[in-house]
């Protein structure tokens, strides 16, 4: 792979991730170019770029981010090397890494084979059975007809979670615990799917009780290079969307770490991968651990992961684009044992929603935006500040807060006084939720499965 220096950077995409981009690029001396909606004409990530090209003109708000030959086109009007995708959007759309690469441009993530062999959960089961790693007892194949799915509930019994191969986000998934949740749920499941992701594609695995999510960061360059950040806890969840995120987890011996940190480098290896990636993996009650799906993306998460290795992910997915090695300067990991772990951070998503109306997304203009500082505490924002408007057009994650300590206790206060500090009025936001789970003994005792907030109605308080 032939090595370039970038001069200019696209991000495709909006809001806390196009900033996150856009600041890695400027520390790197690369310039920075942001493309907006209509709807996002006063979005701050428009004004933190050096250029900024309004696109989409007269489609629907999320349409705008989606349109791949537009954004192509405003890409090489810019005179850009390379675009870098966040995450969502166009993150895990195979063709506009393949649109890209026909247009000269870097694609700051994995090629667009590797995110088709990863892409749909079934066939990046496949390339974990390959890899020999274990993954949850499921069908290996999308469920075509009624009578598989008997046979598989024969086999393993309930309860059984239908998953679509295309999900994401939490979404697509819907537990059955009977023949008729089952039966009723694949209709249901396979329509959604198609409805949310353009394929009506459906597979089962056992739904295991009470997990734990442990999740691997890794990195790979094109010279064949791929080491892990260790593991962040996402299992804080509702309704399978993460919640609350840390690092490292509080739930896994050495032994542990070193098996599922493994697996993960097994997977990526299997498949030759390059750039940004997370593995997931399901923990069970009893210590078992399975291969649920991988990531070719940055997370919103990653950020925890920053600041227990005090390593910059996204410069480094640009570096490693830019075909530089993992060794050189300066991403600087010459080996595994370079990455060292220090400390615990916390990220929770402060989001426009409302707890007391079952998370209702609340819209308005916000008239006052007080964020919190100090040590300990990182913030990567979206659009917030006085007089931002919120829409209804796109997801509502306001601000992200990510706290450090030295212990997982420190780092859960910092969070909880940095969360005290905020003020934000005129939109209704998830603050006090928030302030109750970093402060409930079970966040504190640092073993949380994937039913806490189902469990404790009080959180909503
Ligand atoms: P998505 O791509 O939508 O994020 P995932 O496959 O990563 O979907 O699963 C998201 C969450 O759903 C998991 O963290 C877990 O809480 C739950 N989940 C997924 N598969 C299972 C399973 N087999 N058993 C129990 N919970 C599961």
Not at 93 to 117: T, V
Not at 277 to 304: A, C, K, S
Request: glycine share 8%; charged share 25%; proline share 4%.
């Amino acid at each position: 792979m032939e090595k370039r220096k970038f001069r200019k950077v696209m991000a495709a995409n909006r809001g806390e991730i196009a900033i996150r981009i856009f600041r890695a690029c400027t520390e790197l001396g690369i310039s920075t170019v942001a493309i907006y909606s209509e709807e996002d004409k006063l979005s701050l990530h428009r004004y933190k770029a050096d250029e900024a090209y309004l696109v989409g003109k007269g489609k629907a708000p999320i349409d705008a981010y989606l349109g791949i030959d537009e954004i192509i086109s405003i890409a090489k009007r810019a005179d850009v090397d390379a675009i870098h995708p966040g995450y969502g959007f166009l993150s895990e759309n195979a063709e506009f890494a393949e649109a890209c690469e026909r247009a000269g441009i870097a694609f700051i993530g994995p090629r667009a084979e590797m995110q088709r062999a990863l892409g749909d959960k079934v066939s990046a089961r496949k390339v974990a059975i390959a890899a020999e790693v274990p993954v949850v007892p499921g069908t290996e194949e999308p469920i075509e007809h009624e009578e598989e799915a008997l046979i598989f509930a024969k086999q393993h019994g309930y309860p059984i979670i239908i998953k679509a191969a295309a999900g994401g986000g939490g979404r697509g998934m819907r537990v059955a615990r009977n023949k008729k949740e089952l039966l009723e749920g694949l209709v249901a499941a396979r329509s959604e799917a198609k409805a949310a992701f353009g394929n009506p594609a459906v597979f089962l695995e056992r739904y295991l009780e009470n997990p734990k999510h442990i999740e691997v960061q890794v990195l790979g360059d094109h010279h064949g290079n791929l080491v892990h950040f260790y593991e962040r806890d996402c299992s804080i969840q509702r309704r399978h969307q993460k919640v609350v995120e840390f690092a490292p987890s509080l739930s896994l011996t050495q032994k542990l770490r070193d098996e599922i940190c493994n697996a993960a480098l097994k997977i990526a290896g299997q498949v030759g991968y390059v750039n940004a990636g997370t593995v997931e993996f399901l923990l069970d009650q009893e210590g078992n651990w399975y291969f649920i799906e991988m990531n070719p993306r940055i997370q919103v998460e990653h950020t925890v992961t920053e600041m227990i290795t005090g390593r910059n992910l996204v410069q480094a997915q640009i570096l490693i684009a830019e075909g530089k090695k993992l060794s050189d300067p300066p991403i600087n990991v010459p080996n595994q044992s370079a990455i060292a772990m220090r400390g615990y951070a916390i990220q929770c998503r402060i989001t426009t929603e409302d707890p007391a109306n079952n998370f209702a997304p609340d819209f308005g203009t916000i008239t006052t935006y007080r964020s919190s500082a100090g040590f300990g505490v990182r913030l990567d924002a979206g659009n917030a500040f006085t007089g931002s408007v919120i829409t209804p057009h796109y997801d509502s994650l306001l601000v992200k807060v990510t706290s450090w300590g030295l212990t997982f206790d420190e780092a859960a206060h910092i969070m909880n006084r940095s969360l005290q500090e905020f003020r934000v009025r005129g939109v209704k936001t998830n603050i006090p939720f928030l302030e109750n789970v970093v402060t409930h003994p079970v966040f504190l005792a640092g073993t949380c499965d994937t039913s806490f907030i189902e469990k404790h109605p009080e959180l909503l308080a």
